[in-house]
């Protein structure tokens, strides 16, 4: 039989969850059939709208989705998009922690496929057009306007508006970064080196790219490369180019072909255009597109024991085997090989240049900055890689976000900006963009805010710069999630509620995250928090800026944070040398703490009147004390002289006695011959 605490935790688990008094989701209700890649999908109802019939996914506290596009993307057309309707933070009772949730409009139909691995009925070219092709081009057509890319498109993330129409909508792309869902399959051939989480946002390109992979599966009716696991597949689009790999010798329909070639195109400049889409969907034949054939070496290079005739395929073997590749480098082998076999003195001269400038960076070994930086001339528009993570410039802080959350080290991640990588990828691109000069700057900048160690700055200053949507994840508050500096003051009130008390309530992550969240506040405060400064200053230095936080921010109430602070506030408080004053100020400090104003009790503890005043009284009382000290000093001197004290007595006493002898002598006389 179960326990009661399983009985306990079952009841709670199926209690309904409400998000922000708009939504209710029942736990006790999930949706397989709409599970997503970042977490389950459970039964939801419209508080407000009784005609909606929602449904909620409850991201896993592991994958961060995209909060900052959130706005954009609940705008979309919800017949060619499925429509996200609310999104927040709500207390999710199975796993005791708070979770992101994304409310979406249930699609009426089911999911077009549930996995890439399964056969269907292939779609005839009238069906893939009508139900495929122009509603993806609608789609896609909307979101470039706005400015966002998709990411997740695959026929497992499609989905039929309803049982009646056949109409196609495209799924969610909110509760993932772009492409962290993708298999390597639906990804480019630079995506699909990358790692799930560092592929970046990507183009417009990249989503049609997946949209010619998903056409050629639906018109199959199956995977043509099911076999083939990811590395395989990935190698053999290298090695053929993604058309020849992908569609083999399958036999397709002159019109389906042409679409297929010319979106699976693997330079984005050659690829199929939305234009090209919308003049084929009118009728207009294009011609096809001829894939460019990358240069072939006369002889090849051997390495590892395999025979390596193109660069890109040379550079992908450097970049898994570090060791053996530093030497084939440093030997000189490549520089002759790319000379005489491949006769491109251009790529050798990059090569050159990425040798001279490998010692450059402060993080990990030479032969990593060294591999890194030739791999990247040898293959310009690959991703960067560096010790077995890929990524591309703009995904570099995803991959950051990845690691933290998944409390994995983004040791490696942060040494690819402190060895300068992203502005080595940026010089040996062969097209230059515009978006590259603000892409130096910032990672420039980065750079200098990772090379400065203190409280506030560093790796974590890092990863909140680069991710403005991510919540602190301080094991503090992580639970929590707060993604605001007010939800952070929050946090830290409800862990100072539950007696989970650390030492102190702002560690280097918060510091980063206030940092980056919360301009206003001064950032010497930072420095005064430090393991080395003395308590009672890093005690003063966190109260003033949580004070200037609640402040600014206008929170409510923070009773159980302010009596938090207090507790470390005692030093500062028996700074005053007054007793009764630091009796006043304890009594005034628990009034301000039942308040839950961190100003008020800021104000107590550091009242620069009150010092001054405190330190004069006690100045002017050391002056008494120090006087009446003399006094008693000389007096115990006078007293502890004795031989004097009887002499200096003796003396008095005889004048005394001899006065008065004389007096009445004096007396005795005149009165003698008076009478």
Request: with cysteine; glycine share 6%; proline share 7%.
């Amino acid at each position: 039989m179960p326990s009661d605490a399983q009985t306990a935790d079952r009841t709670v688990s199926t209690e309904p969850v409400k998000l922000a008094e708009r939504y209710e989701i029942q736990p006790g209700a999930p949706i397989p059939a709409l599970n997503a890649v970042a977490g389950n999908a459970f039964a939801a109802k419209s508080l407000r709208d009784k005609r909606i019939d929602p449904f909620a996914i409850i991201c896993n506290g592991a994958i961060m989705p995209r909060l900052d596009f959130a706005s954009t993307l609940a705008g979309l057309d919800g017949t060619t998009h499925m429509r996200l309707l609310d999104w927040g933070v709500v207390n999710w009772p199975p796993e005791r922690a708070n979770r992101f949730c994304l409310v979406f409009e249930r699609p009426g139909g089911r999911r077009l496929m549930n996995s890439l691995h399964e056969s269907a009925e292939p779609m005839p070219e009238d069906q893939l057009t009508k139900q495929i092709i122009h509603p993806m081009v609608t789609a896609l057509r909307e979101l470039s306007s706005r400015g966002v890319t998709h990411g997740a498109i695959r026929p497992t993330n499609m989905f039929f508006r309803d049982l009646a129409s056949g109409g196609l909508m495209l799924g969610e792309c909110v509760s993932t970064p772009p492409g962290f869902g993708q298999p390597v399959l639906m990804e480019t051939v630079e995506r699909g080196m990358c790692s799930p989480a560092g592929r970046g946002n990507g183009t417009i390109a990249d989503d049609l790219y997946s949209l010619g992979v998903t056409l050629l599966l639906l018109y199959l009716g199956r995977n043509p490369v099911a076999h083939l696991d990811d590395e395989q597949i990935l190698q053999a689009k290298i090695e053929r180019g993604s058309y020849p790999a992908l569609v083999g010798q399958s036999r397709l329909p002159l019109a389906i072909n042409e679409v297929v070639r010319g979106l699976l195109v693997d330079d984005p400049k050659q690829r199929w255009s939305l234009n090209d889409l919308d003049l084929w969907v009118a009728g207009r034949r294009l011609s096809p597109k001829q894939p460019q054939v990358p240069r072939r070496a006369a002889r090849p290079l051997e390495f590892q024991g395999q025979e390596y005739w193109h660069c890109r395929t040379l550079a992908r073997a450097f970049s898994r085997h570090v060791a053996p590749a530093t030497t084939v480098i440093e030997s000189g082998e490549l520089d002759k090989w790319l000379r005489r076999s491949m006769g491109d003195d251009v790529r050798a001269e990059a090569v050159a240049n990425a040798i001279q400038t490998a010692s450059a960076g402060k993080g990990g070994t030479m032969a990593d900055r060294l591999v890194a930086r030739v791999s990247m001339a040898l293959d310009p528009v690959a991703p960067i890689r560096y010790r077995g993570k890929g990524m591309m410039p703009d995904g570099i802080g995803s991959l950051l976000a990845d690691a933290f959350l998944r409390g994995e080290s983004p040791q490696s991640t942060a040494e690819v900006i402190s060895n300068q990588l992203p502005m080595f990828w940026v010089n040996v691109q062969t097209d230059f963009r515009p978006e590259f000069v603000p892409l130096v700057q910032s990672f420039d900048q980065l750079r200098t805010l990772l090379e400065r160690t203190a409280v506030g700055l560093g790796i974590e200053r890092l990863l909140y710069e680069m991710c403005p949507a991510l919540p602190c994840v301080s094991p503090l508050v992580v639970k929590q999630l707060p993604t605001s500096p007010a939800a952070l003051l929050r946090a830290l009130d409800w862990v100072a509620s539950g007696g989970e008390r650390h030492k102190e309530p702002i560690d280097r992550h918060i510091a980063a995250f206030l940092a980056a969240r919360h301009k206003r506040t001064e950032e010497v405060l930072y420095a005064q928090i430090t393991p080395s400064i003395e308590p009672m200053r890093r005690a003063i230095a966190m109260l003033t800026i949580l004070s200037d936080v609640q402040a600014r921010t206008g929170t409510d109430s923070l009773t159980h944070l302010a009596d938090w602070m207090l507790a470390l506030l005692e030093p500062a408080i028996r700074r005053f040398h007054s007793r009764p004053h630091q009796e006043t100020m304890r009594k005034q400090a628990e009034t301000a703490v039942n308040n839950g104003r961190l100003t008020d009790l800021l104000r107590i503890v550091d009242d620069p009147d009150s010092l001054r005043r405190d330190k004069h009284e006690f100045e002017n009382a050391q002056l008494a004390y120090r006087e009446a000290d003399g006094e008693i000093e000389k007096t115990r001197r006078m007293i502890a002289d004795r031989t004097g004290i009887i002499e200096t007595s003796g003396r008095q006493v005889a004048a005394i006695v001899s006065s008065l002898l004389s007096t009445f002598l004096v007396a005795g006389i005149i009165l003698f011959f008076a009478f």
